[in-house]
T-cell receptor
């Protein structure tokens, strides 16, 4: 079974703090993704990576950065957390580009910024 | 650009009844895939079913089937014989190879399904 793990299920941070969200997958997938989920807005793509050290902006990259130093690990960084970044963050991975390939999701991190 | 529309924010269904969750999509890409995911209150996203744009038959997976109407650009999820454990948020998503960035999924806003006794 594919397993995607995220470092925390719940996280509370203060405005201005630097926040790291970690995601690890164990299936040697090339692609990794970070989404945020907000009520009424569905899932929105923040960043994705299709290879080590490669990254591409998604639909809402502002205020976020990412790092992929190893194939299995994809980190989302909030350089200076703000209250409007309070959200559920979901990490996903998938094998390289086949249209039929689903993405496999981690359990999510519910981040609250005070 | 790709777009997925789910117009039902919430749905109720009686146990053992069938329910249809609506999904319409918009893309100019001739080749695309459509996915449905279930998200229980615990938060994890569970893949349910996939339909390819060139598939001749509607996809089925156990109690889940996809009513794919290509000309209408709709990909509705049908859950037969609903169970209490089907209560969850359901998301429709699309991947378009040529115009959608290849690897990316575009999600709808979701439908919250509640199964009642």
């Amino acid at each position: 079974d594919v397993k995607v793990t995220q470092s925390s299920r719940y996280l509370v941070k203060r405005t201005g703090e630097k926040v790291f969200l970690e995601c690890v997958q164990d299936m040697d997938h090339e692609n990794m993704f970070w989404y945020r989920q907000d009520p009424g807005l569905g899932l929105r793509l923040i960043y994705f990576s299709y290879d080590v050290k490669m990254k591409e902006k998604g639909d809402i990259p502002e205020g976020y950065s990412v790092s992929r130093e190893k194939k299995e690990r994809f980190s989302l960084i909030l350089e200076s957390a703000s209250t409007n970044q309070t959200s559920m963050y979901l990490c996903a991975s998938s094998p390289f580009s086949s249209i039929t390939d689903t993405q496999y999701f981690g359990p999510g991190t519910r981040l609250t910024v005070l | 650009a790709q777009k997925i529309t789910q117009t039902q924010p919430g749905m109720f269904v009686q146990e053992k009844e069938a329910v249809t969750l609506d999904c319409t999509y918009d893309t100019s890409d001739p080749s695309y895939g459509l996915f449905w995911y279930k998200q229980p209150s615990s938060g994890e996203m569970i893949f349910l079913i996939y339909q390819g744009s060139y598939d001749q038959q509607n996809a089925t997976e156990g109690r889940y089937s996809l009513n794919f109407q290509k000309a209408r650009k709709s990909a509705n999820l049908v859950i037969s014989a609903s169970q209490l454990g089907d209560s969850a948020m359901y998301f429709c998503a699309m991947r378009a190879i040529l115009t959608g960035g290849g690897n990316k999924l575009t999600f709808g806003t979701g439908t919250q399904l509640k199964v009642e006794l």
